[in-house]
């Protein structure tokens, strides 16, 4: 057996019922005044004179039963009255609210360039569609940057795909090739292979950054930032980059993995667009509130007006960026995701003479 749901009772008619009542109980409340202070003019009229009335400017009187009769007759006129007035009353003031309603209906949808745009006067329900229409505008740009994210993804994806599609049919139609010709195809195909697996390894950290922080351990930055040049060092000294450091504890918490990723990258993108014989520079300090970690590069100018462009997925502002075709445009969008994901501030600046200086400030906490 399926219960029954009870039956809905739409909000203009509760809302009716309620300023009905209310104006009924304001007669109601108004007739009992009237018949009171009359019963007791009438209760201290000494015998022998007539009882008090009510007399009219023409000459003639009530007496308080027929005042009190027409009063009960007027009442019951009330009611249809009271009724009607609520019920317009109650549809003038949900009227935004229905348009709220059909709006979002739309929206949700998918036409999300609709707005509510209640307008004038000003009250809690024009505050509450504006803060809507805010909503909306971040769920559009949201829902934007996500197709613009997957279209990216594809591509990036696909292009490697289709490289080794061609070196394979390629090499496949050749009637003259060799095992040097074969080798020579497998070894492209696995570096091939070991882009794809890079990018694949670079979209997972982001998708598991912006999923959020489920593991909050206590660490310290400094010996994060040593572990992660340890592993650098060989490959700035390769490209005559040289890195200096200055590390001081700054204990804060959040997820290691994560974390190391935000470090690895951070000095990753500060290594790979910089300019030969340039220079790296890593820096952990506390404040009053923060444990922080600065990274500092230099390399190419970059405009001042572009600099949050870096922080979006698959977003490169120029070729000599691409460092050695090593980038994909997700270094610094990791760095974004997992900063958010620790409520961490992320302050950036691009100095006149080139490069660039990350500082990414996590809450301060005790070991």
Not at 37 to 44: E, I, P
Not at 125 to 139: K, M, P, S, V
Not at 194 to 207: G, I, Y
Request: glycine share 8%.
């Amino acid at each position: 057996m399926t219960s029954q749901q009870p039956a809905r009772r739409p909000l203009q008619t509760r809302l009716a019922l309620a300023y009905a009542a209310g104006i009924y109980a304001a007669g109601v409340f108004v007739l009992v005044l009237v018949a009171v202070a009359l019963s007791s003019v009438d209760a201290g009229t000494p015998e022998g004179r007539p009882s008090s009335r009510v007399t009219t400017g023409n000459g003639h009187g009530f007496s308080l039963a027929q005042l009190l009769t027409g009063s009960a007759v007027a009442l019951v006129i009330l009611i249809p009255v009271a009724l009607a007035l609520g019920w317009f009353v109650a549809g003038r003031f949900l009227r935004p609210l229905r348009a709220i309603s059909a709006t979002a209906r739309s929206i949700s949808a998918g036409n999300l360039h609709r707005r509510l745009d209640l307008g004038e006067p000003t009250d809690e329900l024009t505050e509450l569609g504006d803060t809507l229409d805010d909503l909306f505008a971040r769920l559009q740009a949201s829902f934007d940057a996500q197709r613009h994210f997957v279209a990216n993804a594809s591509h990036e994806l696909r292009t490697p795909l289709a490289g080794l599609r061609t070196l394979l049919e390629v090499t496949l139609a050749d009637p003259d090739a060799d095992t040097g010709t074969l080798r020579s195809a497998c070894q492209e195909a696995l570096a091939l292979g070991a882009h794809q697996e890079r990018l694949v390894r670079a979209l997972l950290v982001l998708a598991t950054s912006e999923r959020g922080v489920t593991r909050w351990d206590t660490l310290d930055l400094a010996h994060v930032v040593e572990g992660v040049l340890t592993s650098r060092r060989a490959q700035a000294t390769d490209r005559g980059i040289g890195i200096t450091e200055h590390l001081t504890p700054a204990a804060t918490a959040g997820d290691p993995r994560l974390i190391e990723s935000l470090v690895a990258n951070l000095i990753d993108n500060a290594v790979r667009h910089n300019h030969p014989d340039g220079y790296v520079q890593v820096t952990t300090h506390t404040s009053a509130t923060q444990a922080a970690l600065t990274v500092t590069n230099s390399g190419p100018v970059i405009p001042a007006e572009q600099i949050q462009c870096l922080f979006h997925p698959f977003q490169k502002l120029a070729p000599d960026r691409h460092g050695h075709g090593e980038g994909y445009g997700l270094g610094l969008a990791i760095v974004n995701a997992v900063a958010q994901a620790h409520r961490a501030t992320l302050t950036t600046r691009a100095p006149a003479e080139g490069g660039l200086s990350i500082t990414v400030g996590f809450t301060q906490t005790s070991q």
